[in-house]
């Protein structure tokens, strides 16, 4: 469980935890993330905490030689990690290292994770489950939005290719795509114009949508209520932009043959 000090990563850490499974709990900020494996191992959790930094391959290796040596086999791998980045202002004026931490930890970093379990998911041959936390913001991008909302669309990218690739394996894939959630990384901030929705909900509620997802056959996991009209915002613009040619000659000229009946001498 990466990102697990907090927000999707730490509720998603409880919920499996409750149900009975050992958790390995990964994140960068290792105080708050040692707070929150305590609290949940007096409740009774089997969990292990690695201060991860996720953008470092090697780190991300160990992480998961940590990882298959305290589990065993993995069933759940929650690649959770993500910032918000810079909002609120222009792409022109946001500043280039701001953007590039924004994709290093929302798409680099979930690459890495990939990278690093899939092999041996795949070497296990027992079924097992990938989810990656990408966004709305992956198919719906609003003013001042571009660094997160570019580096949540490469993790769809890297998720949809995923799902291409492990295709007729054991091991599938889901790409978890919550609206606003109430978690400390938007508390307090107004969304930029046409980047956030209507709705919101907690992350205990976006938890529950990934464990009943587990080992089906679900790709997009969609969170808040308002998606779908969110999402038909944005296809209908797309339809509007695509040229639709002309009939060609031959559907012009073409009829259906109309029925006929063909008789035959005995």
Not at 182 to 195: H, S, Y
Not at 235 to 248: A, E, G, M, N, T
Request: hydrophobic share 45%; charged share 20%.
């Amino acid at each position: 469980m990466t990102g697990a000090a907090s927000g999707i990563g730490l509720a998603l850490s409880d919920r499996f935890a409750r149900a009975g499974a050992a958790v390995v709990m990964a994140d960068v900020a290792g105080d708050a993330l040692h707070r929150r494996a305590a609290e949940l191992t007096a409740r009774g959790a089997r969990v292990t905490a690695v201060t991860c930094d996720l953008t470092d391959p090697d780190a991300v290796e160990r992480l998961a030689d940590t990882a298959f040596d305290v589990l065993g086999d993995i069933d759940v791998v929650c690649n959770n990690a993500g910032v918000l980045g810079p909002v609120g202002q222009p792409l022109w004026e946001v500043e280039l290292e701001q953007m590039r931490r924004a994709f290093e930890v929302n798409h680099w970093a979930h690459v890495l994770v990939a990278r690093a379990f899939v092999p041996r998911l795949l070497e296990s041959g027992r079924p097992a489950h990938l989810i990656h936390t990408a966004s709305m913001s992956a198919f719906v991008v609003g003013a001042g939005s571009a660094a997160y909302a570019a580096s949540k669309h490469a993790d769809l990218a890297v998720a949809r290719s995923l799902r291409a690739d492990l295709h007729g394996t054991p091991v599938r894939v889901s790409v978890l795509c919550p609206g606003r959630v109430d978690t400390p990384m938007v508390q307090g901030l107004t969304a930029p114009r046409g980047a956030g929705g209507d709705t919101s909900v907690s992350a205990e509620d976006v938890a529950a949508l990934v464990a009943e997802a587990v080992g089906s056959d679900r790709f997009y996991l969609f969170s808040n209520s308002d998606a779908p009209a969110r999402l038909r915002d944005q296809f209908d613009d797309v339809w509007r932009h695509v040229p639709l040619p002309p009939p060609s000659p031959e559907e012009e000229l073409w009829h259906a043959p109309k029925a006929t009946t063909v008789a035959t001498k005995a």
